[in-house]
């Protein structure tokens, strides 16, 4: 090497250390904003599966007391007529008492409605309804889609509307609809006592 030659001095890089003071505020802030979506997807999940369930029990006892609704003159004086048939049929576990539909669907409904106003709270009425069953139907949110009995089987498809716990109106995410079918079928006569 030269000795005219002057080795090549390189700068020194500066590095600028900053402060970190405010750096996890963006990692709070986020981890924040993933909470608050748990907790909104979480609680409106557990509402709504509530509300389904509740709506599942008042339709089924509405529907076990609809079913108890006696069809006196099928009982009384449908088929079999004679007390051979009628043994077999007891016997063999084929005959059912009649359930008596229009009488049923009208217990039904009563039931079902007088259930919804102790769970439903108090809302105010509004004017200009034509039934008492678009009244109830606006207060509460409940309605009967469709009934269906053949005699020996019932069944109903019930909805209600559920307002949401936390709701966000922004997007229309106020309330949900729950939509359930649910039966029962009229007892079956016997003689004996059933075995496990």
Do not use: W
């Amino acid at each position: 090497m030269r000795e005219d030659s002057k080795p090549r001095v390189i700068p020194k890089a500066r590095i600028i250390v900053s402060d970190e003071i405010g750096s996890i505020s963006p990692l709070i802030i986020f981890y924040f904003s993933i909470i608050v979506l748990l907790i909104f997807l979480v609680s409106n999940v557990a509402s709504a599966y509530i509300a389904r369930r509740d709506l599942i029990s008042r339709t089924e006892s509405a529907l076990s007391v609809a079913a108890q609704e006696l069809d006196e003159f099928s009982y009384y004086y449908g088929s079999p007529l004679t007390d051979f048939l009628a043994e077999d049929a007891i016997a063999s576990r084929t005959l059912r008492v009649p359930i008596d539909c229009a009488d049923a669907a009208q217990k039904f409904t009563e039931v079902l409605y007088s259930s919804s106003k102790l769970s439903g709270g108090t809302r105010e009425t509004k004017e200009g309804y034509e039934s008492a069953q678009e009244q109830f139907d606006s207060r509460y949110g409940i309605n009967v889609d469709s009934m269906r009995c053949d005699g020996y089987d019932i069944s109903a498809k019930v909805s209600e509307l559920h307002e949401l716990p936390f709701q966000l109106r922004i997007f229309g995410i106020t309330s949900f609809l729950n939509r359930i079918e649910a039966g029962t079928a009229s007892f079956i006569l016997s003689n004996e006592p059933e075995t496990p």
